[in-house]
């Protein structure tokens, strides 16, 4: 069982910055795809962003590709979403995600491909 806790969420201006994190417990982190999902009230979750078990291969939704930084430490069991020029769209509940890797060039985008699950962080966007 992999538990996933994310922080670093908050209130910040358009344009600033933000970096979430996400602590996994287990010893096999380093064998897990990780990915990072959001969820605006109102709409479907979609995902933003996700990166391979060793870290060499990462992938972005078009949306974020440029602002968005997805990382990994594997000595601290911990993923890193560093978030840049915010901007209003991007206010949601942050949602950290892992799988066991499927194959090294294979990053999932669509939810029900992974299996575990953080509570979700509110990252929030002001005008």
């Known amino acids: 069982q992999v538990q996933l806790v994310e922080s670093g969420g908050g209130l910040v201006q358009a344009g600033g910055s933000l970096r979430l994190s996400c602590a996994a417990s287990?010893?096999?982190?380093?064998?897990?795809?990780m990915g990072w999902f959001r969820q605006a009230p109102g709409k479907e979750r979609e995902f933003v962003a996700a990166?391979?078990?060793?870290?060499?291969?990462?992938d972005y939704a078009d949306s974020v590709k440029g602002r968005f930084t997805i990382s990994r430490d594997s000595a601290k069991n911990t993923v890193y979403l560093q978030m840049n020029s915010l901007q209003p769209e991007d206010t949601a509940v942050y949602y950290c995600a892992g799988r066991v890797g499927v194959s090294r060039d294979y990053l999932p985008r669509r939810s029900y491909e992974y299996v575990y699950w953080g509570q979700g962080t509110q990252v929030t966007v002001s005008s």
């Open positions: 287990g010893r096999t982190f380093s064998s897990y795809t």
């Open positions: 990166i391979s078990g060793g870290g060499g291969r990462s």
